[in-house]
């Protein structure tokens, strides 16, 4: 009785290990690559194929972080879904009762209201459209506008968009695949 118990027992670890073995294997670690100042990686979901373009922006002296992410999403039916949104310092830092302005090289400019507002950040979201994409790839620097509290002047920050156009057609050709 006590012989068939701790077998049983033994078969049950055994069962449990490679249980766990198996779910480790079918976790596929997320394979980023850089191209220039942005980082870019696809994930593929059930029904999707999902790619993102990241670049993250520290300003030490303010104690500040930017996310910038461009994602493209292409479902089992080819239909793709492109956005870019920008996450900002939280308020009372961000005033969000302004909107958030984007522009490339002085020539294209863009603005959204701020959608929501947490403890770690302030998100705007831009829906993918050809002309922010063509702005995206072509023009040499971003700049970014937004007002702090109750400030008159808005803050401009200007980030060089090196490696951007790569990134994108290397995420284009993964999702060709």
């Known amino acids: 009785m006590l012989l068939k118990s701790f077998q049983a027992g033994l078969l049950f670890l055994l069962f449990l290990s490679l249980f766990v073995i198996a779910s480790e294997t079918n976790e596929k670690q997320v394979e980023t690559e850089r191209s220039g100042y942005w980082t870019y990686y696809c994930i593929n979901y059930e029904e999707q194929r999902q790619c993102k373009i990241a670049r993250k922006i520290n300003i030490e002296e303010q104690n500040e972080t930017f996310l910038i992410i461009y994602k493209v999403t292409m479902d089992i ?3 793709v879904k492109e956005s870019l949104s920008i996450t900002t310092p939280p308020a009372p830092r961000v005033n969000i009762k302004k909107r958030l302005k984007i522009s490339f090289d002085n020539k294209t400019k863009f603005t959204r209201s701020f959608m929501k ?7 705007v979201i831009f829906k993918g459209n050809r002309m922010l994409k063509y702005s995206l790839k072509n ?11 109750e400030e008159e002047e808005p803050i401009s920050l200007t980030l060089p968009m ?13 999702l060709e695949y």
């Open 162 to 174: 090196d490696g951007f156009a790569e990134a994108l057609n290397n995420i284009n050709q993964q």
């Open 117 to 123: 507002c947490e403890s770690d950040g302030c998100l």
């Open 139 to 149: 023009f040499n620097k971003m700049n970014i506008t937004f007002y702090v509290s």
């Open 77 to 79: 039916n080819a239909k």
